[in-house]
């Protein structure tokens, strides 16, 4: 790590406010990412007959349990339990829904308000509304991610390549970058996603097509900077090769002002996706997203709690982003070097 990088990074866990979100959109994060073991319809773990099962790894056949049927075991069946609970115990989440769990004991009509079963209520499906939240922000959190890590990979090295040869290099690259920045990356995607099957794959490619431009312009104005700069011409006059001179000498010295707008570029992925979802051209219609989930708040306007969990989370996941690139602005800032 450069000696510029490292100067911000210390800066940046100075800021209490901007290290306090990174900290918690940390936990966030890890809560989604294990939400699997927090919020599922299988138990972590069944002892049954001296052995041990786990089921939120492996599907066993209910025969395996005792049943009588050879499809995948059902936990929630009270009937399983008694077989399981007969000659051996089970260790369950936190709560017992999956994303796409429906519960089947409501006594009252779909969707539900919050309540000691459902903490946040149920949507339209009778699903659980938290642990849709908790999947939904899984995808949200790991494509945004994705998408800020391959964008800001090609973003960097197209700016790079720019700044550093100028000329008309540059002058055809600035050219592109004006036709590609004039089109409506939204309506753009609506329409490419559109003439394909619903599919996470080919949405990460197509937002990926347009989502590159984000760091093109900073990284090239840095290069256009440094490329005369006394030690890059003594790298040149040394005869050192000019990839060498782009990857070691000037790009660890540009990369703080490009990681200063990753928690900008990584909030505006996730509105993207979000708004995707919502419209249908997102995630498959099955998918527990937060766009999914406001569109349910849309169709059922009498069940304000779906509205309510939609936009806390949304709201307060992207408050945490961007005051983690507020922070990270100021203390990657040049004039603080």
Not at 76 to 90: K, Y
Not at 180 to 192: A, D, E, N
Not at 250 to 274: E, G, H, K, R, Y
Not at 326 to 336: E, G, I, L, N
């Amino acid at each position: 790590m450069s000696p510029i990088l490292h100067a911000g990074f210390t800066r940046f866990r100075q800021n209490r406010l901007g290290f306090l979100s990174f900290m918690l959109f940390a936990c966030i994060s890890l809560l989604s990412f294990g939400a699997t073991f927090i919020s599922n319809d299988k138990p972590l773990l069944v002892h049954y007959q001296q052995h041990y099962y786990f089921p939120v790894f492996k599907a066993y056949p209910e025969t395996t349990f005792g049943g009588v049927f050879f499809t995948e075991t059902d936990y929630r069946d009270p009937a399983v339990q008694q077989l399981i609970q007969a000659q051996g115990w089970m260790i369950w989440p936190i709560f017992r829904y999956a994303a796409d769990t429906p519960n089947l004991a409501l006594n009252v009509p779909v969707p539900s308000k919050p309540s000691a079963e459902n903490w946040l209520g149920t949507d339209d499906q009778g699903r659980d509304v938290l642990a849709r939240i908790l999947y939904g922000l899984r995808i949200s959190i790991l494509f945004a991610f994705a998408l800020t890590l391959a964008s800001s990979v090609f973003g960097i090295l197209i700016g790079a390549i720019q700044g550093y040869y100028a000329g008309w290099v540059d002058l055809i690259g600035q050219r592109v970058l004006e036709v590609w920045g004039s089109l409506p990356m939204l309506f753009m995607v609506m329409i490419l996603v559109n003439s394909f099957s619903p599919n996470i794959y080919w949405l990460f490619l197509i937002m990926l097509f347009f989502a590159w431009t984000a760091l093109v312009g900073l990284v090239r104005a840095e290069f256009l900077r440094s490329r005369n700069l006394d030690y890059v011409r003594a790298a040149k006059a040394l005869g050192v090769a000019e990839y060498v001179i782009i990857w070691r000498h000037i790009l660890p010295n540009v990369l703080s002002s490009s990681v200063s707008q990753l928690p900008f570029i990584f909030a505006a992925n996730i509105s993207a996706l979000t708004a995707l979802d919502f419209l249908g051209y997102g995630l498959a219609p099955d998918s527990a997203s937060l766009g999914e989930l406001l569109l349910q708040a849309k169709n059922n306007l009498h069940a304000p709690w779906l509205a309510v969990a939609g936009f806390l989370t949304l709201s307060m996941v992207l408050s945490l982003l961007i005051c983690m690139g507020d922070a990270a602005r100021d203390a990657f800032d040049p004039k603080q070097n």
